[in-house]
């Protein structure tokens, strides 16, 4: 199993080109299961479960052509141009042996029954971060005239004999969920008749994907504002898309930089994409500043501490708590840090006190007293964002630390010991 060695303590300065969004790729990729024609996607990040999802794809009865790879300046992939071409649904079951890792395996469901009628999705995986059920994608469904059964672990998703489309419907959310508003929004695109979705998630890659249905031929209003309406549509045809920046890897490094001191040039990214991180950013002490599709972040000092609130877009995301914990450790003062989203996602915090962090946990509340210095140490990565957490404290501290499990941080992000080490950096992966 790999770890990462990083020896701690060195500034960061240079360029990194940002990835495209593995939040955005993953529905964009689910979405050609919508058409027999051919669907062309680029800046594709080059991780594991984007190589889950191909698997799963293929066993669909998806043809995936892999086009030249790009490289930055350095010679480090950083994206991928696939084309994927669905012209007939050849099995309906996504098995339990490809979703268990990833849990955006469910985002096949919607496309998968609109398409082909029936669909047999195994309860996906993915990081152990909290309860993420998938009542509310199948609320929506049965809401649009699918008939829901669970057996053995399989939920069994069918549209009804003598029907040879799902119904439009009304549908508001119970809680705002990403990949359920990405899910209904797929499914409706098909659907007869029109269908109002409320309560829907507003972040940047429900926006991309509703982009990429648009050119496919879907009739979509209001992505990226809390109701989306959708006029189904008998077919959708071909289209070609490219993918957002990742803004949680822009965000990763950014508060690398954050915690090392230095000054790094993040190129291929959007300021827009999380305004919120960059004000919590400059709010510790950084200098930011955007230019055309490049972040510049300069930190001369210690960090100031932050204290913040997890929320869904535009509030603070989820997916960088534990970065900014990491910051907050060898922050300038007490930071409290409040986890809305997930209820089990602090799991990091005793691997940060290892390394000399003073964390206490209550519930959803951790109250971070910042030290001087972290002290490098053994540490071990539960889940993806947690695993980039160390990374950044790692990199922060005094000696050497070593990683464990990072094959949860090769899910999320791409290559990134060779962009953390082309910026002065040393990570090793063992």
């Known amino acids: ?30 979405a050609s299961l919508l058409t027999n024609d051919s669907i062309k996607l680029s800046n594709i990040p080059t991780l594991r479960d984007i190589n889950t999802l191909k698997q799963l794809l293929i066993k669909l009865g998806a043809e995936i052509i892999e086009k030249p790879r790009h490289l930055d300046q350095y010679g480090n992939e950083i994206s991928q141009e696939l084309e994927i071409s669905v012209k007939k649904i050849i099995c309906d079951i996504a098995s339990y042996d490809l979703v268990k890792t990833m849990r955006a395996s469910i985002l096949v469901l919607g496309p998968l029954l609109a398409r082909n009628g029936i669909a047999r999705i195994s309860m996906p995986g993915g990081c152990a971060i909290g309860a993420r ?20 672990g399989d939920v069994i998703a069918r549209i009804p004999k003598g029907k040879s489309r799902l119904l439009g419907a009304n549908y508001v959310m119970d809680k705002v969920t990403v990949t359920g508003t990405e899910n209904l929004m797929m499914a409706a695109t098909l659907a007869e008749g029109i269908t109002i979705l409320d309560n829907c998630a507003c972040e940047p890659e429900v926006v991309d994907l509703a982009e990429l249905l648009i050119k496919m031929g879907a009739k979509i209003n209001g992505a990226g504002t809390t109701r989306i309406t959708i006029s189904g549509v008998e077919k959708l045809n071909k289209a070609s898309h490219f993918v957002i920046p990742d803004r949680i890897e822009t965000g990763t490094i950014l508060t690398a930089v954050a915690a090392c001191k230095g000054e790094v040039v993040c190129e291929n990214t959007s300021v827009d994409l999380l305004t919120i991180v960059i004000d919590k950013l400059v709010e510790s002490g950084a200098k930011i500043e955007q230019k055309n599709n490049s972040i510049t972040i300069q930190m001369e000092d210690r960090p100031k501490s932050i204290s913040i609130q997890t929320m869904p877009y535009p509030g603070f995301p989820t997916d960088m708590q534990a970065q900014a914990m990491a910051l907050s450790s060898i922050g300038n003062g ?42 490098g140490a053994p540490v071990m990565a539960t889940d993806l964002r947690a695993s980039a957490c160390l ?33 002065g950096a040393m990570v090793e992966r063992i």
């Open 133 to 152: 059920p998938i009542n509310l994608h199948l609320k929506g469904l049965e809401a649009m005239g699918t008939q829901i059964t669970i057996d053995k």
């Open 1 to 30: 199993m790999d770890k990462f060695r990083i020896k701690g303590g060195n500034s960061l300065f240079g360029k990194v080109n940002i990835s495209g969004a593995k939040n955005s790729a993953l529905p964009l990729m689910c």
């Open 391 to 423: 990374v950044i404290a790692g990199l922060a501290a005094k000696g050497e630390t070593i990683i464990d499990r990072i094959y949860h941080l090769d899910r999320g992000y791409a290559n990134l010991e060779q962009k953390l080490n082309a910026i």
């Open 334 to 375: 007490t930071t409290q840090i409040v986890e809305t989203i997930f209820e089990n996602r602090f799991l990091h915090a005793s691997e940060l006190n290892r390394m000399g962090a003073k964390i206490n946990i209550n519930n959803h509340n951790a109250i971070i007293e910042g030290v001087d210095e972290l002290q």
